[in-house]
Structure formats: C-alpha cells, structure tokens
C-alpha cells in the first residue's frame, strides 16, 4: 500500500511538472517578446544596467584573474614536489606530477571558462 502511495505521488509530481513546463514553453512561444525581455533582464542587460548574473559574472572574472598568477605559483612549487619524489624513486611521484598537470590545465582554462 506504501508503494501504492509513493507510485501515485511521483506520478502526480511528473504531472506537475510536465504541465507547468508546457505552461512556460506555450507563454515563450506566444509572446517571445516578453521572454526575451526577461532573459535580457537577467543576464543583465536590461535598461536599468544593474542586476542579473552581470555581478557574478564579474566576481567570476576578477577570481579568475587573481587564481592565474596564485595557481601558477603554486604549479611550480608542485612541480618541485614532484622533481623531488621522482628523483627519490618515490612511486607517488607519477601521481603527483599527473595532479600537477591537470592543477595547471584548470588554473590556464580560468579564464576561458569563466568567460
């Protein structure tokens, strides 16, 4: 009877779902206008120029301007943590470097990404 219950409820749910997802995409294809105007606004650009993701897009910017430099300082001390393991024999030094490697592709992809 539990499963009944449950069965019936995420049923319900997917109901719900699916009808206000109709909803929203039938108002997007009759007035695109006010859609537009809505994305607009919330990617920033709307006619006030405050507001939206512009802010976070900012914030994004200026981390990934500040984790290059921090990120490619931080690359070289790794790669002289692994130099030193590799040339010790230590089987972890494989591992670090490879770390190392990926740490300085996400640091350089920063600002790509963030743009």
């Known amino acids: 009877m539990f499963v009944c219950l449950t069965a019936r409820r995420a049923r ?10 109709v909803a929203a995409l039938s108002a997007s ?9 809505a994305l607009r606004s919330a990617a920033g650009g709307g006619g006030s120029g405050a507001g939206g ?6 914030f994004i910017n200026k981390l990934a301007d500040f984790m290059i430099p921090v990120g490619a300082a931080i690359s070289v001390l790794g790669l002289i943590c692994g130099g030193m393991l590799f040339q010790a024999g230590d089987q972890r030094a494989g591992r670090v470097l490879g770390l190392v490697a990926l740490g300085v592709g996400i640091v350089l992809m920063s ?3 963030a743009a």
């Not at 319900?12 to 997802?21: E, I, Q, S």
């Not at 993701?53 to 900012?58: A, G, I, S």
Request: zero cysteines; glycine letters at 4%; charged letters at 20%.
């Open 53 to 58: 993701f512009d802010r976070f897009v900012r």
């Open 12 to 21: 319900l749910l997917t109901l719900a779902v699916g009808a206000l997802l």
């Open 111 to 113: 600002k790509p990404i």
């Open 29 to 37: 294809l009759f007035a695109p206008e006010v859609a537009e105007a």
